[in-house]
């Protein structure tokens, strides 16, 4: 769309972000009749979420209950209690829990979306009012040629967590990657996938069979498109315009020139949070002194834009939380330019036959804990004025089998990994310690220990794979514990583990429908946020997987119907008259 289309234009509701949260939203309030805009700053759609596993933490959804899982409403109020501590009582909460799988149902009856149960998927942490399965969801593959032209305006895969942009879906698509030199059958399903991601790298030039976050964002994107909703790509948002106290649009740069967009009902900031700020997060996150350290996995125009717009127009900000980031280890990646591409750790780490240590060549956690919990031990573990980072250590035999970050399993050599210097490599645990800089006796003792662990199936330091969550993210067919594994096999990899994330926690404050508040805990009238550009709802906690979806896109559908002037369930009180006002009326 060029400036001279966009000169003068108005629509009720202007989107800033395409991530799944912003698209949910654009998406709820058109089929309510709308005229929506969604706004963009990448070259494609699709944030984070587009990279995202694309699960969603939805307790009490249509999925589980239909399955016969109809836990009590109590129940994950209780674990947001033992997890949240006093945040719990923020009323979103009670907006999210109320309105999650109303959510679900609307986009499974008025989309292109085609959920899938997460049943089996397991609450981080055991405890009070945890659940072993239930309360997730996530979507189908999608056939990528029914975006038709559109396809190339969704962000492709993580090229370096992908398989030459091959997506790899979690459960029984992995499974069968990973167990492709142990099973004919699902060498055979292996086979049959490679073959037809090449005939679609031939015939379209990327993946046609779009897993996770790709599938999720590319069926929400088809339901937009077929709704009305317009898609501006490379328009970064630059400032937020106002009339009074209200704010009625936003300034986008289009091929190098502003133009303003107004809003009639409001402006909704989807810009991802500040993942890749330097300065915010020499601010606010401990271990990045001067804005340096920190490797974000999150795409690289997350720089805080919807954040920054926001506060310069009045709104408030929380950082008072439990952590300002999602954290995840991240190892780097050389990009052949000089620079490097963050790969996030969140599978192999709980497999069999690895483990990790500090600079001292010793454990500090429960390998197979959730990412964000990793990254805590380890920011924990690290004195003041030091370089966080550790090493994740595996043996050949589970290198071959799960890869170790970059390199990838067989039958992919592990050679060219270990040339550029992404891996160390030793013939002994010995050499590999030189390798990494540790000391050779206490990780020769360290490993010694781990696989008597490994041989006994239990292990009292950390009690890795004693959880419901360590089990599921283990090997199923590993015996006596499906998370712990000996390193027996020579040669011995390693790779550097460095601080990350997958998005921030800190934002925009808001009330329970999603508007932005002022320091004085007044209503900025026009101004919604969601996503990452809201404050988490969980309070910088992370007690499951898919808590930034899930609420992201609760959220997303909850500001779309009360823009629409459609009824919310679980609102403490309706929004003001005032606030809703729209700039015509």
């Not at 900000?317 to 052949?336: E, T, Y």
Request: neutral net charge; glycine residues 12%.
């Amino acid at each position: 769309m060029t400036t001279e289309d966009l000169a003068g234009m108005a629509c009720d509701v202007l989107v800033v972000g395409s991530g799944a949260s912003g698209l949910a939203t654009a998406v709820t309030a058109a089929y309510h009749g709308l005229d929506v805009i969604v706004a963009e700053k990448a070259e494609v759609f699709g944030g984070t979420s587009a990279w995202s596993g694309g699960w969603l933490w939805v307790p009490r959804n249509p999925l589980a209950r239909d399955a016969g899982i109809d836990e009590d409403p109590s129940e994950p109020r209780r674990y947001l209690r033992s997890e949240l501590g006093n945040r719990a009582s923020d009323p979103r909460i009670d907006v999210f829990l109320e309105n999650g799988p109303r959510m679900v149902e609307f986009f499974a009856d008025h989309s292109e979306i085609d959920w899938i149960d997460g049943n089996k998927v397991p609450d981080f942490h055991a405890t009070p009012g945890h659940a072993t399965g239930g309360r997730s969801v996530s979507v189908a593959p999608y056939d990528g040629r029914k975006l038709g032209r559109w396809i190339d305006k969704l962000r492709p895969p993580l090229d370096i967590v992908s398989i030459a942009g091959l997506g790899v879906a979690g459960g029984a698509d992995m499974a069968h990657f990973f167990n492709a030199t142990r099973s004919p059958a699902s060498a055979l399903y292996v086979g049959k996938r490679l073959v037809k991601h090449g005939r679609d790298l031939a015939l379209h030039g990327r993946a046609m069979q779009l897993v996770n976050g790709n599938s999720l964002v590319a069926r929400l994107m088809r339901t937009a498109l077929d709704l009305g909703v317009q898609l501006i790509d490379s328009a970064p948002a630059v400032a937020l315009i106002r009339d009074g106290d209200r704010v009625t649009g936003a300034t986008l740069r289009i091929d190098g020139k502003d133009q303003t967009v107004t809003a009639r009902r409001g402006v909704v900031l989807a810009a991802g949070g500040f993942p890749h700020d330097p300065e915010r997060q020499a601010a606010h996150f401990d271990h990045t002194p001067g804005g340096i350290g920190h490797h974000s996995a999150a795409p690289r125009s997350n720089t805080g834009d919807g954040i920054r717009m926001a506060e310069n127009a009045g709104a408030a900000l929380d950082f008072d939380l439990a952590q300002p980031g999602a954290w995840a280890p991240v190892s780097l990646v050389p990009d052949g330019k000089g620079g490097f591409k963050n790969f996030p750790h969140l599978i192999e780490r709980a497999k069999p036959g690895f483990l990790a240590v500090d600079a001292s060549g010793k454990r500090f956690v429960n390998e197979a804990d959730s990412y964000h919990d990793f990254m805590h031990a380890l920011l924990a573990r690290s004195p003041k004025g030091t370089t966080p980072h550790c090493w994740l250590i595996c043996d050949h035999r589970a290198q071959r089998r799960f890869g170790l970050g970059w390199s990838k399993p067989f039958p992919f050599p592990v050679g060219p990994y270990v040339r550029n210097g992404y891996l160390k490599k030793g013939r002994t645990l010995a050499e590999l310690a030189q390798a990494c800089d540790l000391p050779v006796a206490a990780l020769e003792a360290t490993v010694s220990a781990f696989n008597g662990y490994a041989h006994a199936g239990a292990d009292p330091e950390f009690n890795r794979g004693a959880s419901a969550y360590n089990k599921v993210q283990g090997a199923a067919d590993h015996q006596p514990n499906p998370s712990l594994g000996a390193l027996e096999k020579a040669p011995f990899y390693a790779v550097k583990l460095v601080p990350g994330s997958l998005g921030t926690f800190a934002g925009i404050k808001t009330t329970a429908a999603g508007q932005a508040l002022t320091a004085d805990g007044s209503i900025l009238p026009g101004l919604f946020a969601v996503g990452n550009d809201m404050a988490s709802i969980m309070g910088g906690n992370y007690p499951s997987g898919g808590i930034t979806l899930g609420p992201g896109m609760t959220f997303g559908y909850v500001i779309g119907r009360i823009l629409a002037g459609q009824p919310v369930a679980g609102l403490p009180s309706e929004p003001s008259e005032n606030s809703l006002q729209t700039q015509d009326a």
